[in-house]
């Protein structure tokens, strides 16, 4: 089978032993080969075009009615000060991240780009902008640049509980990625360690698809010490040739899902784990992929950590918040797509813990590894996510289906039991669920938020 990339000249991507069966018939459905397309970069004459529209849509709207600020409503939305709210109320919990209530990026200039379209929830799709201020010219620039393309890309990145607990400011030669503490989950992960691992597998989403457009990029972790929640910074430091894996890897984004049917009763080959633990390794962490006896060790792990987090009513809460949002939200799980009853040597995260008693059997030939690191600090809770995103988009082009199992690693007692497993060499940081993928289209979809709800267009030199 031959992939064709249209409108790339002298790029023909034709898909390698490595990409398997489900890989070729979810790509057929989804027809995302064209979208990657949508990531070249811009000839020069079509971003002037498109800045030279910016400037005509500044004059056009130059009616003080048609300004509308967006910032205000990206910054704390009202879920998120409800849970800050709640882990504050709480004597003897840690606030989130170092126990202070950590504010958005500092107020600079107010953006006034407004994102009018987007459709997130199709994976690869972009969002279209609006310009309204006198600095309209140079948001175009920025918004039409790779970069905005990238973080664009980036938003179907998977989370914790569906949090999507990130914000995005692209300036003309950067993206700052942030920390959004509103959307932290104060029970489940008081320290922040999922939020970060959350935001390091949108860090890695965004560096995949400037990839496959052809973009090298630079990354600054934790850059500076006295704004913590600013993450990372991107930018671009030059050209190459996109090879085929880089377009894989891509698409791999577009299709991924998490997967908590029971896996079916087909072995995971030997190369395919090879293949995850080599990508962790070049994301700069470790797999550890359990023998048999230490699934035992998992097993328990994973029912001491369903018996402490039921037996919390806050942690309830927390759950039925997140498996209940509002449709217009744009997050959280959907009770449609969490784990259906079945007897699995390792019990799933019960979302829906007073569902029916499971009648059949699963994840007999399912195999698990613990993601871990050597250091236990947020830069390496960051690199673990890039790395964890990179098992996630191997996992596709291996034909394997990898869902992961933060709960684990929640309760103190279950992640001591498994630093156990990793005899003191290592921080266990998540446990991962493995086994042969099926055809994910039959999954009902995971909602994700809009574009103006996560990206702030900033146009202009950020260094
Ligand atoms: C850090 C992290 C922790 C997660 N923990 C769990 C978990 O314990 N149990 C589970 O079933 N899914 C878990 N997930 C999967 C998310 O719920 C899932 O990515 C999210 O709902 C979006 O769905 P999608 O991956 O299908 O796009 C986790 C994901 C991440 C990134």
Redesign the pocket.
């Given at each position: 089978m031959k992939l064709c990339l249209p409108r790339r000249p002298g790029l023909d991507v034709v898909a390698p032993a490595g990409v398997g069966r489900w890989w070729r018939e979810e790509a057929a459905v989804v027809g995302q080969v064209d979208a990657v397309s949508r990531l070249d970069p811009l000839p020069i004459a079509i971003q002037a075009a498109i800045a030279l529209v910016g400037v005509l849509a500044v004059l056009v709207a130059s009616s003080p009615a048609t300004v509308r600020d967006v910032r205000g409503a990206i910054c704390v939305p009202r879920t998120g000060r409800e849970h800050l709210a709640r882990s504050r109320a709480r004597p003897g919990r840690p606030a989130p991240g170092t126990g202070v209530q950590r504010p958005c990026p500092p107020a600079g200039p107010r953006p006034r780009v407004e994102v009018i379209r987007s459709d997130a929830g199709r994976p690869g799709a972009m969002g279209a902008v609006n310009f309204t201020d006198q600095d309209a010219a140079g948001r175009a620039r920025a918004a039409s640049g790779p970069l905005t393309r990238a973080v664009l890309a980036a938003l179907?990145a998977?989370?914790?509980?569906?949090t999507q607990p990130w914000r995005w400011r692209v300036y003309d030669d950067q993206a700052e990625l942030w920390a959004d503490r509103s959307r932290q989950l104060a029970t489940v992960d008081p320290d922040g360690r999922?939020l970060t691992?959350?935001c390091g597998?949108a860090l890695h989403h965004a560096v995949t698809a400037l990839a496959a457009a052809g973009q090298t990029a630079g990354i600054d972790r934790l850059p500076d010490p006295d704004r913590p929640d600013l993450l990372a910074r991107l930018w671009i430091t030059g050209r190459h040739r996109p090879e085929p894996a880089d377009v894989r890897r891509y698409q791999a984004m577009l299709i991924?899902?998490?997967d908590?049917r029971p896996f079916p009763d087909l072995p995971v080959s030997a190369a395919g784990m090879d293949a995850l633990c080599e990508a962790a390794e070049q994301g700069g962490a470790h797999l550890h992929v359990l023998h048999p006896d230490q699934v035992v060790e998992l097993t328990v792990a994973a029912g001491r950590a369903a018996e402490a987090e039921l037996a919390d009513p806050e942690y309830r809460a927390e759950l039925a918040t997140w498996t209940h949002r509002p449709a217009t939200a744009g997050d959280g799980?959907p009770p449609a797509?969490t784990?259906p009853p079945a007897r699995r040597p390792v019990p799933?995260?019960e979302f829906t813990p007073d569902g029916p008693a499971p009648d059949t059997d699963g994840d007999r030939s399912a195999r698990y590894a613990l993601l871990f690191t050597d250091v236990d600090t947020p830069t390496t809770w960051l690199t673990a996510g890039e790395a964890?995103s990179a098992v996630l988009l191997a996992a596709v082009a291996a034909d394997l289906s990898v869902?992961?199992?933060?709960?684990v690693v929640e309760v103190p007692a279950s992640r001591h039991l498994l630093s156990g497993i990793l005899a003191g060499i290592g921080h266990p940081l998540?446990a991962l669920r493995i086994g042969v993928a099926e055809p994910t289209r039959g999954l009902p979809p995971?909602p994700r938020r809009p574009a103006e709800s996560v990206i702030e267009i900033e146009g202009g030199e950020r260094r």
């Open positions: 179907p998977p989370s914790i509980f569906n999922m691992l959350s597998i991924r899902r998490t908590r799980i797509t784990a799933l995260r964890l869902s992961p199992m933060s709960d998540i995971v």
